[in-house]
């Protein structure tokens, strides 16, 4: 069964230092990952996508088969990075997607 | 466009008390979705509609669950009797159909209504 762990809840760190969000997945297959983020008061939005192989607000993601990851990087966190992200992957049907349970990033000055 | 709407953004009621969430989806997009947020869980996919019908109901927790989209341009989401585990933020989102760039399009949200049951 598809599934999408996010082992910490909360991570805190300090601007500047690295950033690194941990996403763990099981599926069957070759999974099209997302990260979606969601910033204090506003709505819960797709920050990027495996497929597109895009850097978003300095953020990227590899999708490592081997060790069925996508962690979620920045090399230098920014306190305007502060936000709850979710990592997501397909849930069996079109457009259907599996949400994790969140990790909020608190970046500290 | 004003995105996702949802109405109310805030519910607080008591403990057996019917509770209606609303949703209008953005125009265009075949897709809804209704999710809730828990500090526990996360964000988990209770339901969603593909052109009206639904597709996939098996995240809802109980039978006090319904849903129903009657039109292309709103969606309810009812809890009766509500409990106070059913406290929680509830998100709407659409999306349009996938298209070249895979099997899976983006979801919009809406702001979410934040349910207190007492």
């Known amino acids: 069964a598809q599934r999408v762990t996010q082992p910490e809840k909360l991570l805190s760190v300090f601007k500047g230092a690295p950033v690194e969000l941990k996403c763990n997945y099981s599926y069957s297959g070759s999974p099209e990952l997302f990260w979606y983020v969601q910033y204090s008061r506003q709505r819960l939005q797709l920050l990027l996508r495996h497929i597109s192989r895009e850097s978003i607000k300095g953020f990227t993601a590899d999708l490592n088969k081997g060790e069925t990851s996508f962690h979620l990087k920045k090399p230098f966190a920014q306190e305007e990075d502060s936000a709850m992200y979710y990592c997501a992957l397909p849930g069996g049907a079109t457009n259907k997607l599996i949400f994790g349970t969140g990790t909020l990033l608190a970046v500290q000055p | 466009d004003a995105g996702v709407i949802q109405s109310p953004r805030h519910e607080v009621t008591e403990m057996g008390q019917e509770v209606t969430l609303r949703c209008k989806p953005i125009?265009?997009?075949?897709?809804l979705f209704w999710y809730r947020q828990t500090m526990m869980r996360g964000l988990e996919l209770l339901i969603y509609?593909?052109?009206?019908?639904?597709?996939?109901d098996s995240g809802m927790p109980e039978d006090r669950f319904s849903a129903k989209m009657p039109n292309a341009s709103f969606s309810t989401l009812k809890i009766q009797p509500s409990e106070p585990r059913d406290s929680a933020v509830y998100f709407c989102a659409s999306s349009p159909r996938p298209g070249l760039a895979g099997l899976y399009n983006e979801q919009f949200f809406g702001p979410g209504t934040r349910l207190t049951v007492l």
């Open positions: 125009s265009g997009h075949d897709y």
């Open positions: 509609f593909n052109n009206n019908v639904p597709i996939d």
